[in-house]
């Protein structure tokens, strides 16, 4: 099995930084890519932002592009997000995510809550 645990949320005015991090133990190497997601109240869970561990290819959502950054660390099994230039749109649930070899993100943290007042 692994485990995903999220850290680095928190209050942040429009304009801050926040960064997030996924720390994952157990299986982790059958983990081929992690990923954030994000839920905002009355919203469906949305797509973020990826990280391929072997290519280390990246990919973002549209909105997000040029502001997130995605990125990790194989020896800790760390991911982190830098979020800048942050948004009240961007309030939200932030979720890490594994995917394994099935190709499914099968494997979810308890999530840490971003707020971004105006």
């Known amino acids: 099995q692994v485990q995903l645990v999220e850290s680095g949320g928190g209050l942040v005015q429009a304009g801050g930084s926040l960064r997030l991090s996924c720390a994952a133990s157990g299986r982790t190497r059958s983990v081929y890519a992690m990923g954030w997601f994000r839920q905002a109240p009355g919203k469906e869970r949305e797509f973020v932002s990826e990280i391929d561990w072997s290519t280390t290819r990246t990919s973002y959502r549209n909105s997000v592009k040029g502001r997130f950054t995605i990125s990790g660390d194989n020896a800790k099994n760390t991911m982190y997000l830098q979020m800048n230039s942050l948004e009240p749109e961007d309030t939200a649930v932030y979720y890490c995510?594994?995917?394994?070899?099935?190709?499914?993100?099968?494997?979810w943290g308890q999530g840490t809550q971003v707020t971004v007042s105006s």
């Open positions: 995510a594994a995917r394994r070899s099935n190709g499914n993100y099968d494997v």
